[in-house]
């Protein structure tokens, strides 16, 4: 009884753990595969007592003793599932005496077995099972059992078992197990069916497993190779272009007689990315075939923190599948990195990495200097420009000059990939206040980018200089320059570009014209001169990651930012004036006259704006466009009732002459309606914008504000207050 309990607790047991036909451990590794073996080989022993006595008297003694010998072949695909085959010997006696020759019946077993096996692992050392077989005994009695005295009697059996296991694996290859069975017995000679029925047993076996523990340093999987694995030094301001770009190439033969498969191939630098960046996924590689792969890198912005050059080691890691077994494999690599200011001169687009308008302390550098010359600005001339000539005096005043890179220069770097180059960050040339071509032209296209002016680099054989647009269209050029060669058309947009080497040595104006002058020298050749939209550089080098940081500066004396600022200022707007005067001088038609009334009027002059309007009148007292643009030029002039008379009188030829669907009277209700709104007649400028929306409402929409009064309002729409429409031919 205390054996049948002791079974059926063994079992209880076992069917209480947690079963899986496909054990996971850490990374989803299926152990009964990672675990598998190709064959084993087992010894069994096993007791047997009788369930019920089948109408037999055993005695006092009962003996059965099993010994056995068998073989498992897990299924490749499925090693959970063994199917096996045993062959085994029994011993079989009872008797009132089992140990004395007396009244003692022996039989001897020979048998064989085939069946199914199911093992799951637990983990390495536990698995736990179950067994089901069936076979032929050929059984020997010394004593015949049906009282007939003859000897040596002899049958066939049929028998079936099926029982749980627990098994303990000593180390890969050695096992043992405890396992309960229960057997059934059916003579096949009804002679002799008095053992027929049921036999319980508990027994243990060790087994021994042939192959080689994963785990152990001589079984680790190595199927695949790469050769001459090199890696190029890396640059840290490229790091966004190496997410997208491949840092090099590397290429991966299988070495093995089978084939590998779900190949996962990633690159890791420890330190510098948050996780492997994946290179490439392979479903296959047959036995000697090879496949060459790209290796991208996503680093962190861990990257930008070295100075100088970081010799650095990261690896290619390899995962698969090798006959049915996972594996990994770990190339190291071994390079340079370099700082965030290095690079090499392969493509000049890598100079907008180096453009930071994010940096907080340009942004207040810049803040400070539009801040300082916010008064002196002219609203109808380019702002573009006038940031531009801001900024360069600013600097200038800071003490920023070139210095050539003596261990580097631009000419001997720019298209040598071989050498290393330095740019300086922004930052640093703005507080070392010196740098060589490229540093200055990337602080200087910084400083307008952080102010939202669109930014470009023009190279040409050994030097490379600043550009940006004007928003000016290529149209009117005479309004930022009377020589239409100073500027570049770019898509129909003027673009000034500035020689910033020559700050400290001379205006902007120079500058400006140093910068065209170099750019014209090659348009027999366009080809050596490039110019480069930083903005579009920087889609595929996007700038370098800085953290916010006080540079400590003292920003220089306003009233020298101030003062070079205007001068070169007023020495620009005299140039174009001047060009507008001697054009209507030489044409001495009232419509030039007008031209130049509005172009003076845009750049501040309004004495000069005044006499040209009256020149125009002089020449036509009819001629309705000076008469209001002199209104206008009174409301700029801040004379809003002298500016009403004008422009009532001209509203009222329009209304005479039936011209109010004329351009012109867009203008008149527009300006009327400013001028009350600035006298704080709200209701009149509301009256007159409402007929303005019947006749232009687009312009009408642009100047929305007219329609309500308040301060806050009115100080909300500085920007279109001052905009003013000037009407021309």
Partial sequence: MKIV????????????????????????????????????????????????????????SYLFNDFSFSAFYPLPAFPTIQPFGKVGFGIFGYGDDILSNEDRFDSRQLYIEAGAAYRNMLSKQLEIGADISTGIVQVYYNTDPSGEGSENVGQKNFITEAGIRVGFNLSYNININFNPMLRYTLSLNNTLDSFDGFTYGLGISGSYRLGEDPDAPQAEIRSLRIDKLEFPAVFAPMQSYYAKNPLTSVTIENIEKQ????????????????????????????????????????????????????PLTGEIQISYSYNGRPAKQSFPVSYDLYDKESLTWDDDNKVGAFITPADSALRNYSSFVRQTCKDYTIDGFSQELQTAMQLYYALEELGVLYQKDPTSPFESAQGNPMIVD????????????????????????????????????????????????TSVPSKNYNLLHPDKNMTINIDGELWVPVEITLIGETDFLSAWRTGIEEFTAYDDDPSKRQLYISRKS?????????????????????????????????????????????????????????K???????????????????????????????????????????????????????????????????????????????????????????????????????????????????????AADRSSRINISFAEE
Avoid: W
């Fill in 5 to 60: 309990q002791s079974l059926f607790l063994i079992a209880g047991l076992v069917l209480l753990l947690p079963q899986s036909g496909h054990a996971q451990v850490g990374n989803n590794v299926d152990i009964n595969q990672k675990y598998k073996y190709p064959l084993a080989f087992g010894l069994d022993y096993k007791s047997f007592s009788p369930v019920v006595q089948m109408g037999t008297d055993y005695g006092d």
């Fill in 259 to 310: 084939k590998v498969t779900n190949l996962s191939v990633a690159f890791f630098q420890a330190g510098f990315m948050d996780s492997p960046t994946l290179a490439a996924e392979v479903e296959e590689l047959k036995p000697s075939d090879s496949v060459t792969v790209d290796i991208p890198a996503i680093f962190n912005t861990q990257i930008f923190s070295t100075e100088g050059i970081t």
């Fill in 422 to 469: 330095a740019i300086s960050l922004p930052r640093n040339t703005l507080t070392r206040a010196t740098g060589d071509c490229d540093d200055l032209t990337v602080l200087f296209c910084s400083l307008l980018e952080s102010v939202g002016i669109e930014t470009g680099f023009i190279t040409v054989p050994g030097h490379i200089y600043a550009a940006f647009k």
């Fill in 538 to 594: 920087q889609e595929v080098y996007r700038p370098v990651v800085l953290t916010e940081k006080d540079l400590g500066l003292q920003y220089g004396d306003r009233t020298k930012i101030v003062s070079d600022f205007s001068g070169n200022l007023d020495k620009i707007v005299n140039l174009i004036i001047e060009d507008f005067e001697n054009d209507a001088i030489a044409r001495g038609s009232k419509g030039s006259y007008n």
């Fill in 596 to 714: 130049l009334g509005i172009t003076c009027a845009m750049m501040g002059q309004y004495s000069k704006a005044e006499q040209a309007f009256n020149s125009a009148l002089s020449l036509d007292r009819n001629y309705l466009s000076p008469r209001i643009n002199l209104g206008n030029v009174y409301y700029m002039k801040g004379e809003y009732q002298n500016a009403l008379r004008l422009l009532h009188g001209a509203e009222k030829t329009v209304i005479e002459g039936n011209k109010e669907s004329s351009s012109s009277y867009s203008y008149i209700l527009l300006s009327i309606s400013k001028c009350y709104y600035e006298l704080e007649n709200f209701d009149k400028a509301n009256d007159y914008i409402t007929k303005l929306y019947e006749v232009d409402p687009q312009i009408a929409g642009e100047n929305s504000y007219l329609t309500t009064g308040g301060e806050g309002q009115r």
